[in-house]
């Protein structure tokens, strides 16, 4: 008994340590490639393009996985890349970044700032920023791809590498699938992808299991009236009135018909009528976005707006063909569901990764993300997203102290610190694999 307990011990220590060594030598592997890696990551931040236009960006990514060893196929779902590395028998994981870019100014001052000016699909000028961090991302990738194919004797399966278009526009996971992308190409048993954080620290690691992120859908209503002189409302039925009454009525939705501690959002973003002082006009535009997590309550959202728009139109008089035309549109991105049994389970390793205080929960949020839509297929494949602090420590902590404002995705300001936040994100994306596909 006493020989089988030593036994047991030696080969704990054995795999303890083997695990270590193993730790070790990935992390040597990625400081290794990360000064070929941050050329890689200034020449995406530098010339980034806007959604369904990552003609060059697309092509970039795909040579690096070729590189790497991978299979590749491009034009998936357009620009999507789809990079396979078939490594024997065992688990397929999928694991997913964004390629697109912001109609943004960047105004980072960094030395390789994009300076980029394109038409988008309206064909205004615009400028083009990676203010979401899609270039970290892709060189996350990159260097995970590196990674991998140099560990091939760590793990076993099929790994699957994807470049996704238009994550911004909420339709490029859809037109990837669309065009057979769990069909065409093995289909994975989980996929996870990363996001660089804006209100974490570098060095640090956020999940959120279960509701990660929500449903968004964009509403349009065409409040209509009789327009007329200013000086005579009476001869009229006002929209400006009306739009401002639907406006207020609206904001009851969340406060008064959803149950208490239900998460939902109603935002009027834009609001556009009239032309002049003195006249009453026949028309104004609303646009408005709608935010919820559960399905029952997207629709529960829905409902309440038309209701109120038709409502508030008859109660003003208006005839059946004037009242209120609300307009949801068909296309929008569903809430992010990271499989709760999947999160926990990277989550553990993360923690072994980084340490116990270097991965944090964080409570979910209203933004939305299409890689939400690889778990909603009829195979309801696990996934799970998780964050990688991209704020610079100093500026994480003086912000901490005085409650300064950190720039936020999306903004003109923002740009992960690139360094440790590439490195965490390879060395996690890395860890992640191993769990799922380790032998």
Not at 42 to 59: R, V
Not at 263 to 269: A, L, N, S
Not at 408 to 435: C, Q, R, Y
Request: hydrophobic letters at 40%; one cysteine or more; proline letters at 6%.
């Amino acid at each position: 008994m006493q020989t089988r307990i030593l036994l047991t011990l030696g080969l704990a220590v054995a795999i303890c340590t083997n695990a270590q060594d193993s730790k070790e030598a990935i992390r040597d592997r990625v400081n290794a490639e990360y000064p070929n890696l941050f050329e890689l990551y200034k020449h995406l931040h530098a010339n980034p393009e806007l959604s369904f236009h990552e003609e060059k960006t697309s092509a970039r990514v795909a040579e690096e996985l070729k590189r790497a060893g991978f299979e590749v196929t491009t034009g998936v779902g357009k620009f999507g890349v789809v990079a396979v590395l078939k490594n024997g028998s065992g688990p397929t994981v999928l694991v997913r970044s964004d390629l697109d870019a912001l109609p943004v100014k960047e105004q980072t001052g960094l030395p390789y700032a994009s300076k980029v000016m394109t038409k988008d699909d309206a064909g205004k000028d615009v400028p083009v920023m990676h203010a979401c961090g899609h270039d970290m991302h892709m060189t996350a990738l990159v260097g995970t791809a590196r990674v991998l194919a140099q560990f091939k004797n760590q793990w076993h399966g099929t790994l699957i590498l994807i470049g996704q278009p238009a994550e911004e526009r909420g339709g490029g996971a859809k037109a990837m699938l669309k065009d057979g992308l769990f069909t065409r190409f093995p289909k994975p048993d989980f996929c996870i992808a990363l996001h660089d954080d804006s209100s974490l620290a570098t060095g640090t690691i956020g999940y959120t299991s279960g509701f990660a992120m929500a449903n968004v859908d964009s509403v349009d209503i065409t409040v209509r009236g009789v327009g007329g002189h200013g000086a005579h409302p009476d001869r009229t039925k006002d929209p400006i009135v009306l739009a401002s009454q639907i406006v207020l009525a609206l904001q009851t939705i969340v406060s008064r018909e959803l149950k208490p501690g239900v998460p939902g959002v109603v935002t009027v973003g834009s609001i556009h009528g009239g032309t002049k002082h003195n006249i009453i006009s026949d028309e104004v535009k609303l646009q408005i976005t709608v935010r919820s997590y559960a399905d029952e309550v997207r629709a529960q959202l829905l409902n309440a707006i038309k209701r109120i728009a038709r409502g508030h139109g008859i109660a003003a008089g208006l005839p059946e063909e004037l009242l209120p035309i609300v307009d949801v549109e068909g296309e929008y991105t569903p809430a992010t569901y990271n499989d709760p049994k999947l999160t926990e389970r990277l989550a553990a390793v993360f923690r072994g990764l980084l340490g116990e205080t270097n991965v944090i929960a964080v409570p979910p949020t209203m933004g939305g993300e299409d890689f939400s839509e690889y778990g909603r297929t009829g195979d309801k494949i696990p996934i799970c997203m998780f964050d990688v602090g991209g704020v610079q420590q100093e500026a994480f902590a003086e912000a901490k102290r005085t409650g300064k404002s950190l720039p936020s995705l999306h903004s003109p300001f923002w740009a992960p610190d690139p360094e440790p936040t590439i490195k965490t994100g390879i060395n996690a994306m890395t860890a992640a694999v191993l769990e799922l596909m380790g032998k």
